[in-house]
């Protein structure tokens, strides 16, 4: 009984570090494309994310590989979660209209 508390735990873990993940992915990308710097932003950012999680899966697996693989289980949910979010909706592309064909 005491495992299984601490396996949902380390999922809800995962999928918190998942969220902080991609969300700041998302959030990256949307301020790096109107940067003045754009490499120091994203550099700045693939490190502080990845340090979090890193750390966060080293205090959640505390050296039990079933906490580490339920907790990337969640990992991997929070990006399915976040890619359905951050998604534009289906009639809306950037694609520029089509043109009108020219007869032969």
Not at 33 to 50: I, Q, T, V
Not at 60 to 86: E, K, P, S, Y
């Amino acid at each position: 009984m005491n495992n299984v508390i601490f396996l949902a735990l380390a999922l809800m873990a995962g999928l918190l570090l998942g969220a902080i993940f991609f969300g700041g992915l998302w959030w990256t990308v949307r301020k790096g494309l109107s940067s003045k710097s754009p490499a120091f932003l994203f550099l700045g950012s693939m490190l502080l994310r990845m340090g979090l999680v890193l750390a966060g899966f080293y205090l959640v697996g505390r050296g039990d590989w079933q906490r580490i693989a339920v907790c990337l289980l969640g990992f991997f949910i929070a990006r399915i979660i976040v890619l359905r979010l951050t998604r534009k909706p289906i009639g809306h592309s950037n694609s520029p209209a089509k043109e009108a064909g020219h007869a032969p």
